[in-house]
């Protein structure tokens, strides 16, 4: 082979250099020759920056953490795993064979779906079932140039890889995933595993821009957000011992398990941060209104939004701190759309009505930390679904289980269950709640009592609850009191004439001084 060249001479011209080179190759900067004459330069290409690690560096595809490469993370009640055990999706068979076949001969898989349907959760099981778990894994961040993929892969020696590209709209474009790359990949056999949602794979693969050619010819596996009747079925027999499965199988919404199971917790925490002065507490309050009435069990029912915002009172201390939040701004910050999915408050059928989203109150009931339920709102949320007797029923039994384990020593509470049962027309457990409330000192219970107990003909027991709550001012039961002793005084007096005791006419004279108006009062 030979090598020509070119140097400047001392008057400024330019003239040949003649090297040789006979009897080699050449080998990028390294020159192997049998015979070499005349200078020479060696001139060094400068290669495109790389990011990617070598494959030995790369984790194992079974210690490789789902949540950090794009699985969202699901609710928390208790110590489980951060994600449930994956419950099968009627595409599954279709998309491991299609993982499968990658795996022999190298190519794209690619899941598609609506926002918050399940893509990546999907899509990691399916590789992580079908390819074995000492497979290489990378998951490049988007924008990572992959121009040097095939260089780095060609030293893998004997390590099966599989690249995993989440959201894969950014891993596209001249340094990220071409025609030319993904052939190379082909090339050599390694699998590509990808997730896009469906208005991105829309945007790009038909919208006649040249990074669309990179997914002409794949077909992609589409999911669905809602969930066939034989996945739902899947999803309440697979729960086990987590409870996660079975709380998105009973109270998630139609096409929203995912996000129940996956966008709850964003919504917590961040419905959770809001309740900051300088944040939004008005709109804070407002969805935990509509959380506790939930609690409350109205389960999906729907509220005017001025009956939320009347409800707020309920919360001293945090309606006292939301008043500088207009309440328009409060109710359109609670019920902004996240994720592309929900707000925290959904809206009901009938306009102006809403309902917080449902993993919300299921998510107060398991955390040890999250604040009662104001023993008020427990009354305001059976009138609200009076004439429903499911409802009505269910508010009950949900008042029963949260009120009755914390009512010993606390009479606002025994109070609130004899209301509740005496609406519903229980009345010997409103008696037995009203006289529970009495007994422990409550005012207003005692007035009940001792009323009921005076209808019973129980005079005796009656007139010591009606004496303490006359002492602390319930005009009511001082009236009854009144009356009371007055027709006992008279039923006595009856008894004492019919008996012929020579006393009767001293007695019935002291009852007209006592009785008599004050002498100011009468008319001259």
Request: hydrophobic residues 40%; aromatic residues 6%.
């Amino acid at each position: 082979m030979g090598v020509a060249g070119e140097r400047e001479a001392s008057d400024g011209t330019v003239v040949g250099v003649g090297n040789s080179v006979s009897g080699g190759a050449f080998h990028a900067p390294v020159v192997q020759t049998g015979t070499f004459s005349g200078g020479m330069h060696t001139y060094y290409g400068l290669q495109a920056p790389s990011g990617l690690p070598p494959v030995a560096d790369w984790p194992q595809l079974d210690r490789a953490d789902p949540i950090a490469f794009g699985v969202r993370r699901t609710r928390r009640i208790g110590d489980e795993p951060p994600l449930p055990t994956y419950v099968t999706r009627d595409g599954d068979a279709v998309l491991k064979e299609r993982v499968r076949t990658a795996a022999r001969s190298g190519g794209l898989v690619l899941v598609t779906g609506e926002p918050l349907s399940g893509k990546s959760r999907t899509a990691w099981a399916a590789m992580l079932t079908t390819l074995p778990g000492t497979t290489r894994f990378l998951g490049p961040e988007a924008g990572t140039d992959l121009r040097v993929l095939p260089a780095v892969l060609r030293g893998r020696g004997e390590d099966r890889c599989v690249i995993w590209l989440d959201k894969l709209e950014g891993h596209l474009g001249e340094h990220g995933l071409t025609p030319a790359l993904l052939a190379e990949l082909v090339r050599l056999r390694v699998p590509v595993i990808a997730t896009m949602s469906d208005g991105a794979y829309d945007a790009h693969r038909f919208g006649g821009q040249a990074r669309a050619r990179v997914l002409v010819g794949i077909d992609p596996v589409e999911l669905s957000r809602a969930w066939t009747q034989d996945e739902k079925e899947r999803l309440k027999d697979g729960a086990g011992g987590d409870l996660r499965p079975g709380d998105a199988y009973y109270w998630s919404e139609d096409d929203g398990i995912a996000a129940f199971l996956a966008v709850g917790p964003e919504l917590w925490d961040e419905w959770w941060w809001a309740r900051r002065p300088n944040a939004h507490p008005h709109g804070h309050l407002l969805v935990r209104v509509a959380m506790d009435l939930a609690r409350c069990g109205t389960d999906d029912t729907a509220f005017p939004s001025a009956l939320l915002r009347e409800l707020c009172a309920l919360y001293e201390q945090e309606a006292a701190q939301a008043a500088g939040e207009p309440f328009e701004d409060a109710l359109a910050w609670a019920s902004r759309i996240r994720h592309g999915v929900t707000g925290m408050l959904v809206p009901g059928a009938e306009p102006d009505t809403w309902r917080c989203f449902a993993s919300l109150p299921r998510d107060a009931v398991s955390r040890p930390d999250t604040p009662p339920v104001p023993l008020g709102l427990w009354l305001h949320a059976l009138e609200a679904v009076q004439g429903d007797p499911d409802l009505t029923e269910l508010v009950v039994e949900c008042a029963q289980s949260e009120l009755e384990r914390v009512a010993d020593g606390r009479p606002e509470v025994g109070l609130v269950l004899g209301r509740l049962y005496e609406a519903t027309g229980q009345a010997q457990y409103a008696e037995d709640w009203f006289r529970h409330s009495a007994d422990a000192g409550g005012i207003e219970a005692a007035g009940i009592v001792g009323r009921a107990l005076v209808i019973q003909g129980k005079i005796v027991e009656a007139v010591s609850y009606l004496e303490r709550a006359a002492e602390a001012g319930d005009a009511e039961a001082r009236v009854r009191l009144v009356l009371t002793l007055a027709d006992r005084a008279v039923f006595w007096l009856d008894r004492l004439r019919e008996s012929g005791d020579e006393r009767t006419q001293q007695v019935e004279e002291t009852l007209r001084t006592v009785t008599a108006p004050p002498p100011d009062t009468v008319e001259a």
